[in-house]
């Protein structure tokens, strides 16, 4: 069948994003991620997107999916969950030493005041991290925490540290994902 139109793509998220609500945010408000071997927080942000960048390949993204989704790894409610973050510090946020569940909350509390009517927006931003639970199941943090992007096709231009992050992937240099 050929279609005649294009077919035009809704992303609902688009509807609520807060960007340009932040038109004149200061640059100082937002996340650091520039290079400083003095600052030891700047380091662990630094380390962990590096390790990241270099081992998270198709291959290990599919290992990973293979591992995981057969959920035969533990078994815990929501709040149970919640609860064990409060024993994980997330060693790629540059902005704090806090335990994550206080990041959930805050997260979940903050959409509530902006969008009071949208509960699923709530619970949303309550459960966005848990899956970094699995920190404790043989994950390093690498690999469960940070900005999510794509595999198997080039690097986007906005993830954080850029190419030379990558440089050691060997997915960088695979032609099929160019
Ligand atoms: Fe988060």
């Known amino acids: ?8 793509l809704l992303d609902p998220s688009q509807l609520l994003r807060p960007e340009s609500a932040f038109d004149g945010k200061p640059l100082s408000a937002f996340r650091d991620y520039s290079v400083d071997d003095e600052d030891p927080v700047r380091m662990r942000v630094r380390r962990t997107y590096y ?3 270099t081992n998270m390949t198709v291959d290990f993204v599919k ?19 919640l609860v064990r973050l409060n ?8 902005d704090t030493d806090l335990p ?40 390093p943090q690498w690999c469960v925490v940070g900005d999510t992007f794509p595999v198997g096709c080039k690097w986007g231009p906005s993830i954080v540290y850029g190419d030379h992050s990558f440089r050691d ?4 240099y695979n032609t099929k994902y160019k």
């Open 1 to 8: 069948m050929r279609l005649l139109q294009p077919v035009t």
């Open 51 to 53: 390790n990241m960048h």
């Open 63 to 81: 290992g990973k999916m293979n591992k995981w989704l057969k959920f035969n790894h533990f078994k815990a409610t929501v709040k149970e969950a």
């Open 87 to 94: 024993e994980l510090v997330d060693e790629s946020d540059p």
């Open 100 to 139: 994550n569940i206080v990041h959930a909350f805050q997260t979940a509390e903050r959409i509530r005041e902006d969008h009071p009517d949208d509960d699923w927006f709530h619970l949303t931003g309550l459960i966005h991290d848990l899956g970094k639970v699995m920190a404790f199941y043989e994950e």
């Open 169 to 172: 992937n060997p997915d960088t």
